[in-house]
């Protein structure tokens, strides 16, 4: 039987030719739907509206073979693995009793001391859970301890040293000849994420990153072989799940390029830790981060990760709390267990969008990482790393301010009556012994973010709009927008909404006229709500008839700015706001015409 017997056969001109009609209603004019409807990424390559079999970039391979596009392993499922970065023996084996199955450990100065090991690993079964350390300079202590407490017990230990440069590989050196299950390097590509970079960019960086580590290890005796075998990449995890499940595929593609250009082709098989992004955590409305971490998890496991872990909601409020480890380490034991994501390897393998984005994002990664290698290499091109990430940073950071990258509860649906949620401020540290920006560290405040590896910053979205929100969380009354509808309900609801989602994603209350058009009656409102700023609400025709009354009215009961939601000129109004104008510009002229105390 074939299902589609009885019905046309269908092409992509076919599909143009409905798409264009479509368009044309909607009054737009474009050369092709396809440029009508594609998205940027900030990598270069649009997401198309539609993909068919043409758009496949040749055969993935399989699983387990090179070039591992489809897995590193021919094995389905994920190391469920989470992070600790206090000297707490009972979360540690709250974690192990209750889903987790290895252990990341931040060892430093305001994290775990080097000398707490011993108890914080008191009741792990060492040979059952794999420990990975996170402990900077002191990687050499760290991993020397762990190494004496595997001696005491007689047991064989696993996971990663979490070491880079001399320092791993000396202990790589020591790893292949005496702990077969133990790797020494870990390169982290999370500080280019967590600068603001793109997927292209973290993945060419963390080439380089690789390759000079490779360099380091086989000038230290080992083949290359036993090289590949000792490190471990790191990775973000977004709530784009398909930017996410196509980064780690092409993260793969690429490792394995670099394997067979040194001449070990059947050794490149990547291995990786996806960790769900810093950059994308809220304070404000933090509850949303469960949802952003859930998305994360589902695309790192689709896309082939050996281990994730997921940060837990509340993670850049301090830290966190039995609580909300609970929920980081149920997110996985439910796409695991109940929802069988892990049951299927690359369930996303042949898709037509996924192949291509995949490719996509392989080419430019490449090109990048040739780039930097061009330059002298991962460490002599700092300064162009640098460069580069600070230019997509601040394409993003203009995509936030036009919320055209929206932040649910924050930069869009706001809430304003939220209760600020609570936790321990993080131990205080002379110098952070991490790189990876996991925002349960110490975190700075909007525009004075700490540097990470080679002097990035460390950044989250939703700062600039959070910043204002403490602002006006601060001040002795809230402050307030007036806005001005004109007309009845049905003729103003839509813009008076967007205008107080909009000022209130800056933490501005906001006060309706209600229904009506006396520019009298609408003033006396203005002037009984205490405010000095006001936004008219309305539809085009109205405004045409209503706005300049309206704003001279509100004038002599004494506004000193007055919006208006949409767009026109009219007399009176002195500015606008519409869909993808610059929302932080306007909320921050909003703050300076309503003499908020900074």
Known sequence: MELAAGFEPTTRDGWRALAVEVLRKSGIEAGSPEEALSSDTYDGPAVAPLYDVDDLPGDPGL???????????????????????????????????????????????????????ETVLADVYLDLAPVVLEAGGLARPAAEQLFRLA????????????????????????????????????????????????????????????????????????????????????????????????????????????AEACGAAAHGAQRQHAVTSSAMMTARDPWVNMLRTTVACFAAGVGGAEAVT????????????????????????????????????DPAGGSWYVERRTADLAERAWAWFQEIEAAGGADAAAGLVSDRI????????????????????????????????????????????????LAWEAHAAPGEAPSGEGGLPKVRYAEEFEALRDLADAQPERPKVFL?????????????????????????ATETAGPGADPEQIATAFAVSGTTVACLCSSDKLYAQHAAAVAAALRKAGARKVWLAGKGQYDGVDATLHAGCDALRVLRTAFDDLEVTR
């Open 390 to 437: 600070a230019a997509t940073r601040g394409r993003r950071a203009g995509d936030i301010a036009h919320r055209r990258f929206p932040i649910t509860g924050v930069s869009e649906f706001p809430n304003l009556g939220e209760k600020p949620l609570r936790r321990t401020p993080p131990r205080a540290a002379s110098a952070s012994p991490s790189a990876s920006g």
């Open 151 to 258: 001696a005491a017990r007689g047991v064989a230990i696993s996971g990663n040293l979490g070491a880079s440069g001399a320092v791993g590989a000396e202990l790589a050196l020591r790893c292949v000849a005496e702990f077969a299950g133990l790797r020494a390097v870990t390169v982290d590509a999370t500080p280019y994420h967590d600068a603001g970079g793109s997927d292209a960019e973290e993945l060419g960086c963390s080439l380089a990153r690789g390759v000079a580590e490779l360099r380091a290890l086989t000038g230290a005796g080992l083949s290359v072989e036993q090289a590949l075998g000792q490190i471990e990449f790191r990775y973000a995890a977004t709530a784009d799940q398909f930017a996410t499940v196509a980064k780690l595929r092409a993260a793969r593609r690429l490792w394995a390029r670099v």
């Open 484 to 508: 001005a509808t004109i007309g009845p309900v049905a003729a103003h609801t839509a813009r008076a909404a967007f205008a107080a989602n909009l000022f209130q994603a800056g933490g501005l």
């Open 310 to 345: 997921v940060q837990p909601f509340d993670a850049c409020l301090g830290l966190p709390d039995a609580f909300s480890r609970r929920i980081a380490r149920n997110t996985q034991s439910l796409l695991l267990e109940e929802s069988g994501v892990g049951r299927v390897i």
């Open 63 to 117: 699983p387990g073979v090179s070039p591992y596009v489809r897995g590193s392993r021919a094995v389905s499922g994920w190391d469920v693995r989470q992070r600790h970065a206090v000297p707490d023996p009972e979360a540690v084996l709250a974690d192990l009793e209750s889903g987790v199955t290895s252990l990341w450990l931040v060892v430093g100065d305001g994290a775990i001391p080097v000398g707490a090991l």
